[in-house]
């Protein structure tokens, strides 16, 4: 690790996060969350101030020091929040032991991405569901190319960001059935910016 992955990055990441245009997608999502909350990949917290008092509790996952940091001085609700630093791929939780598990702009940067969504749904109670918004892989060919295109190297500056995972299926392919999901694209560049929001709960 160096300077720019430990400092640079995660303050980058919090910078970006903080579109504005964001923000009813999270309004959204993690106002559906409650009762006992997993939301992996927490980074700095912007989602804190949307938990509503449904929620009993909130386990905001990260497995970067810097950004955890970041979220520990983040607003929140009047709800108990702890912070875990590990990885998605390998959850420190009981089996079925949470309500709601939430990703927002997640699943594009963990490695192990199928490992994760399995560890998902492990610790989801059999009656929880998974509430997510990710941008991912386009239907338009033009804007595929471009993802596929960029990806490479987009990667490697943003964290290992991909532009071109197929969110819908790889939820469907680890074991959710999906309830609801919403696509299109968000202002801005669209190979950044093809949206994939909804629900699923395990099969």
């Known amino acids: 690790m160096g300077i720019y992955s430990d400092v640079i990055l995660p303050k980058l990441c919090d910078l970006s996060m903080r579109n504005e245009r964001l923000r009813p997608y999270r309004e959204r999502v993690i106002g559906a969350a409650d009762g006992r909350v997993l939301e992996v990949g927490s980074g700095s917290g912007l989602n804190l101030p949307f938990y509503r008092p449904a929620v009993r509790e909130v386990l905001a996952l990260e497995p970067a020091p810097s ?49 994760a969504l399995a560890e998902m ?63 299109g694209y968000m202002a801005g560049p669209k190979p950044m910016t093809f949206m994939y929001e909804g629900s699923a709960r395990p099969n």
Request: charged fraction near 25%; glycine fraction near 8%.
């Open 121 to 183: 749904r492990r610790v989801l109670r059999p009656e929880g569901k998974l509430l997510f918004v990710e941008h991912g892989l386009s239907p338009d060919r033009g804007v595929r190319w471009w993802q596929d295109s960029l990806t490479p190297v987009w990667r490697r500056i943003s964290g290992g960001c991909h532009l071109n995972r197929p969110i819908q299926s790889m939820i469907e392919g680890s074991g959710f059935r999906i309830d609801r999901v919403e696509t």
């Open 67 to 115: 950004l955890l940091a970041l979220a520990r001085r983040a607003p929140r609700p009047e709800i108990p929040v702890s912070f875990i630093e590990a990885s998605a791929e390998a959850i420190p939780l009981d089996d079925s032991s949470v309500d709601t598990v939430v990703t927002t702009w997640t699943l594009c940067t963990i490695p192990g991405a199928s490992a």
